[in-house]
Nanobody, 123 residues
Framework: QVQLQESGGGSVQAGGSLRLSCTVSRHSVGTYCMAWFREAPGKEIETVAT???????FYAESVKGRFTISRDNAKKTLYLQMTSLKLEDAATYYC?????????????????WGKGTQVTVFS
């Protein structure tokens, strides 16, 4: 069973940066679709960014130009570099994977999830 473990969350002032990490217990992170989601209190969970096995990426409009998704296959780790953080970026961030496909498909449910890491942004 593949397990995902997020880390790197914390509290940061608006305008600051954080890097989230997601380590995978098995397999390379480069062979299937992986993604970051976030869920803020009272809001629906939303896709933040995805990365396919061919390195094709997708970003939500709200984070485009500020967030970068990447991976290190050797370390079996997925990253989310977040810069110019805004108050509205505060949420619980989840790492997820779709182990059945190599190219991410918008709207397709992910089959493996981490437990999440909290990001707080203060003014």
């Amino acid at each position: 069973q593949v397990q995902l473990q997020e880390s790197g969350g914390g509290s940061v002032q608006a305008g600051g940066s954080l890097r989230l990490s997601c380590t995978v217990s098995r397999h390379s992170v480069g062979t299937y679709c992986m993604a970051w989601f976030r869920e803020a209190p009272g809001k629906e969970i939303e896709t933040v960014a995805t990365i396919s096995s061919d390195s094709t990426t997708f970003y939500a409009e709200s984070v485009k130009g500020r967030f970068t998704i990447s991976r290190d296959n050797a370390k079996k780790t997925l990253y989310l570099q977040m810069t110019s953080l805004k108050l509205e970026d505060a949420a619980t961030y989840y790492c997820a994977a779709d182990l059945l496909i190599s190219r991410c498909i918008p709207g397709r449910p992910m089959d493996t999830w981490g437990k999440g890491t909290q990001v707080t942004v203060f003014s």
